[in-house]
């Protein structure tokens, strides 16, 4: 029985191998889940109220005149306005718009090389014309410093401590998502891509953490958090699938550095200019930039276009999820084409990201109960899971095929 068959019915096999794990497995995997529930208590930093004014001002010599946090997973972001008299012989350009004071989450301040590897992406796009961040200089001279943040309940933790340019425009997630706009958003990660195709770092390379799709047949080890949960046993069949359907074809793929989290909050829009009195579910938005970098990974592209497709899917509510995926291909196809390696695992990617979100997020909610980011996305992620995994590859690619047919692409996809 092949994954399009187990999964199609909305429910795992019965004789899905990981739905068999041992004790010694379970055991095994309770105490891995303990320790991660030590190293991950907390990791979202918990600042003073004070810290935004003092700590602008001291590490940038910049009086905050407003200042609003933005929305976050788990680093904390804000976006400062400041006056113009600023005190840093390192700023020689002003920038209206404002900045992004950023406070690095207390896992990834362990490692500034994650900084390091960022800072050479936005210039390496920069100098590719894309309208992305820049760091900006302390006033040391330095993109970062490690700090070390007493917060209100008196406890200590370090924290890298960054500030980038503040790229005006709105994210998707307060926008409606139509049509065009899905077509839009495919041609803009299909030039991400190929603008990323050159750069290169050592630390990307290596980097090995949760949010990378390949290791998501470790996440079992989350499994304490979901085993009262209705979709713990079709999580498990994912789990298995992509073990003995993605891993195979990967070799027949090319690596390379991809974006790792293009979702509608990380897509800034702006309305086309000239275009009034239109309603927002009509709006076409262009395409102004694209942020937080912070899960680069080195992987595949297909595995971009898979996060992306599983993103617009849950939040998109003008059509059926499962039709949302042929727009943003329509615009995708424009600039890079589809193998036929790509084709055939595209399903089970999309429903690996979904898989891998509901796992994540259920984990960090038990740590992070009030957290803001997962509680408005999580339903929605374990909504659409259920669509896709319902809706067999066959009816999937059906459907894919027939949107496709509306931008004049012929037939991408083989319906068995």
């Known amino acids: 029985m092949n994954s399009d068959e187990k999964m199609s019915n909305g429910k795992p096999s019965e004789g899905d191998s990981l739905s068999q794990t041992t004790s010694n497995d379970e055991d095994q995997n309770s105490e891995e889940f303990m320790t991660m529930l030590r190293q991950y208590q907390q990791i979202k930093p918990t600042l ?13 010599g910049m009086t905050v005149v407003e200042y609003q946090e933005l929305d976050s997973y788990d680093d904390i972001n804000y976006h400062i306005t400041v006056d113009q008299a600023v005190n840093n012989n390192y700023i020689n350009d002003f920038h209206p718009a404002g900045y992004v004071l950023k406070v690095l989450n207390a896992k990834d301040s362990q490692n500034a090389a994650l900084i390091e590897a960022m800072h050479l992406v936005l210039d390496h796009l920069r100098r590719k014309c894309f309208p992305v961040q820049a760091f900006v200089s302390n006033v040391y001279g330095d993109m970062w410093s490690s700090e070390t943040v007493v917060n209100e309940f008196g406890t200590k933790k370090t924290y890298i401590v960054s500030m980038l340019t503040y790229l005006e425009g709105k994210t998707m997630t307060s926008k409606q998502i139509n049509p065009s706009s899905l077509y839009n958003i495919g041609i803009y990660a299909g030039l991400l891509q190929k603008a990323l195709e050159d750069v290169d770092n ?3 390379r290596k980097r ?7 290791q998501l047949p470790k996440l079992v080890k989350f499994a304490p958090v979901l085993e009262h949960k209705k979709e713990f046993q079709l999580l498990k069949t994912i789990m298995t699938d992509f073990k003995t359907e993605v891993f195979p074809v990967l070799e027949h793929l090319t690596k390379v550095f991809i974006h790792g989290d293009l979702n509608d909050g990380n897509i800034l829009v702006k309305d086309v200019m000239g275009r009034t009195n239109i309603p927002e579910e009509k709006t076409t938005y262009d395409i102004v930039g694209i942020i937080d970098f912070l899960d680069m990974q080195y992987s595949y592209t297909i595995v971009d276009i898979a996060i992306l497709i599983a993103h617009m899917s849950a939040e998109c509510t003008c059509m059926a999820p499962i039709d ?38 259920e984990f960090t909610l038990l740590m992070d109960p009030h957290n803001k980011s997962v509680l408005s996305h999580l339903e929605n992620y374990k909504r659409v899971i259920w669509k896709f995994c319902q809706t067999s590859k066959t009816e999937l690619y059906r459907r894919w095929n027939e949107v496709l047919r509306d931008y004049n692409i012929g037939n991408m996809f083989t319906i068995l």
């Not at 727009?327 to 890079?336: C, I, N, S």
């Not at 690996?352 to 994540?360: D, E, F, G, N, Y």
């Open 48 to 60: 003073s109220p004070t810290f935004v004014k003092n700590e602008t001002l001291r590490l940038y």
């Open 202 to 204: 050592d630390f990307l």
């Open 208 to 214: 090995e953490n949760q949010w990378n799709l390949l």
């Open 324 to 361: 949302v995926g042929g727009h943003v291909l329509a615009g995708y196809l424009t600039v890079k084409e589809l193998t036929h390696n790509e084709r055939g695992i595209l399903r089970l990617l999309i429903c690996s990201r979904l898989a891998q979100l509901v796992i994540l997020n």
